[in-house]
């Protein structure tokens, strides 16, 4: 794998002579140390295939996640790609005990975004009767997931509550429903949100994760006995890392975790930083699994927020407040979990830049950021105007986000 | 003929306009004219001051954002038919208005006008012989 993205891709080619590497430095899995880390924004500057180790017409898929304006992260799959991603979410549904009587309904988005269709073929894969309803139409959900007998949910966890909620709305009761297990992901979610979702669905819920750089979901996955989540060692190598010094830690220790594709054609990764934090865990599972596990990741080394399965950075919001005020002027993000939904308010302080003598100015103003961040990010994010000084100040770097959803476990 | 009136853009929060109307009247600052544009989230607060200068200072010092918009304010007998003859000579001249506040007492009623043109609102309501307020005048406390 080495020695193919070294002749294949330029990128990594520079990287490792820059560091006097060679692939025959790299003769077991303990060299990996001595190989240079890949970042999301390596990915950025090579937009869209520079890290691409086949030639595009070996690529039959193509994923994407929101970028900055015009700079996406975008991933490729060859067909064997597809064949090791539906291999690792059939396994994953697997390990939560789905098998071919079952009926899976996928209420994760279909598009750009990895959720629908890595769950789809992971399903169809396991041999299970799929039901791609994608995201959104909860009412329809739940008819659907009544009056089919879905076994098998996939979505994010947000959405499963949101999904119980309405439930009760509609006077259905959870006995009503077939629904016996839940894959839920895309999103950090706590152990109080899994108690809830367990009792309100009368479910088991388990996290699968997975980043669509690495490959999409099913990279890990917990098992019925919701003891970490466990990986698929045999495609993605895992490490975990200081995110301040980079050094390998010891086994056990909490860090960044860090994948390298084994098997992956169009998109290799080498040591990429997923900024999740978490640890690993070696010993065998109750469930009779050997491989590494992984914890539940509740937090990140930098500022990305997941919203509803959307990455979003303060920095892309701060590249359109720039571009609409030609200034950027205070603001920040306030994230709040309303109905068991995430939901963004974004705080700006009118400021001699930003402030009109005419109100309609400012709403129409208003309405221009929503509309830019809402096709930049793909998210509605509520545009909120406030006096100035209002938004505290922090010595040093300023406080972008305010998390009020409180994800502890 | 032209006054300068000061906008500020206040968050709907009890207590914001109070800090306003309290800083000016510390710093001896009048309010002749005031009135708020208002949405859900926030208002704007338009005031005519008998000293922008001092009020404009005051305001920043305690963090407000603001701006200074011309305007006109017009005198006009407390009469019915009164504002619509001044209005239909704006209109006549291709005058857009952005919004006006009033009142009247006694045999007088004022309007201040926010215009799309405030030099060509003066020309045609002057040729009209209506009577504009200097704005010396609302200066003086």
Redesign the interface.
């Given at each position: 794998m080495v020695e193919r993205v070294y002749h294949n891709v330029q990128f990594y080619r520079d990287k490792m002579q820059r560091l006097g590497l060679t692939p025959e430095d790299i003769q077991s899995i303990d060299d990996l140390e001595k190989l240079p880390f890949t970042t999301k924004d390596d990915l950025r500057e090579t937009y869209p295939f520079g890290l691409f180790a086949v030639p595009l017409d070996q690529i039959v898929r193509l994923h994407a996640s929101s970028g900055t304006t015009g700079r996406a992260t975008v991933v490729g799959y060859t067909r064997r790609d597809i064949q090791v991603w539906s291999e690792v979410v059939a396994r994953s549904l697997a390990s939560a005990g789905t098998t071919s009587r079952d009926m899976v309904q996928v209420a994760y988005g279909y598009g750009l975004f990895t959720g629908g269709l890595g769950l789809h073929y992971g399903a169809e894969k396991v041999g299970a009767a799929v039901i791609p309803i994608s995201g959104g139409n909860t009412r329809r959900q739940i008819q659907l997931m009544r009056d089919f007998g879905t076994t098998v949910l996939a979505c994010t966890p947000s959405y499963a509550l949101y999904l119980a909620e309405t439930l009760q709305d509609m006077g259905i009761h959870r006995d009503e429903l077939k629904i016996r297990v839940g894959l839920f992901g895309a999103e950090p979610w706590t152990e109080g949100m899994r108690r809830e979702i367990e009792e309100r669905l009368g479910i088991k819920a388990l996290d699968i994760y997975g980043l669509s750089e690495v490959i999409g979901p099913g990279v890990a996955c917990e098992c019925l006995e919701r003891q970490g989540l466990h990986i698929q060692e045999d495609h993605f190598v895992a490490e975990v890392v200081d995110s301040t010094s980079l050094k390998v830690l010891p086994e056990g220790s909490s860090g960044e975790l860090v994948f390298t594709t084994i098997t992956k054609e169009g998109l290799p990764l080498i040591r990429y930083r997923t900024r999740d934090l978490t640890r690993l865990e070696r010993s065998p599972c109750a469930c009779g699994r050997t491989s590494a596990r992984m914890m539940k990741c509740l937090a990140r080394s930098d500022d990305m927020l997941i919203i509803r399965g959307v990455n979003v950075f303060p920095s892309q919001v701060e590249s359109v407040l720039l571009e609409i005020a030609g200034v950027a002027p205070h603001y920040v993000l306030v994230v709040d979990r309303e109905h068991n939904l995430d939901h963004l308010t974004l705080m700006v302080e009118v400021d001699e830049h930003v402030i009109s003598d005419n109100v309609g100015q400012l709403e129409s103003w208003t309405a221009k950021v929503h509309h830019a961040l809402e096709s930049t990010l793909g998210i509605s994010i509520t545009v909120k105007l406030v006096e100035p000084k209002t938004i505290e100040r922090s010595e040093g770097k300023a406080k972008r986000v305010i998390d009020k959803r409180k994800l502890q476990a | 003929m032209i006054i300068q009136?000061l906008?500020v853009?206040?968050?709907n929060r009890s207590g914001?306009l109070t800090e306003v109307t309290g800083a000016l009247g510390d710093a001896g600052v009048n309010i002749s004219a005031l009135s708020i544009?208002?949405?859900s989230?926030?208002g704007?607060l338009?005031m005519v001051v008998s000293d922008v200068c001092k009020a404009q200072e005051e305001l920043r010092a305690r963090?407000?954002?603001?701006?200074v918009?011309e305007v006109i304010c017009l005198s006009v007998p407390n009469q019915p038919g009164a504002v619509n003859r001044a209005l239909r000579i704006l209109s006549q001249a291709n005058i857009s208005i952005?919004?006006m506040y009033a009142f009247a007492v006694g045999s007088d009623a004022f309007v201040m006008i926010?215009t799309n043109d405030i030099e060509q609102s003066i020309s045609v309501l002057m040729e009209n012989r209506l009577t504009l307020v200097p704005a010396s005048q609302l200066r003086e406390c």
């Open positions: - | 009136q906008s853009f206040l968050e914001r544009a208002e949405t989230d926030f704007i338009r963090g407000f954002s603001l701006s918009t952005e919004y926010r």
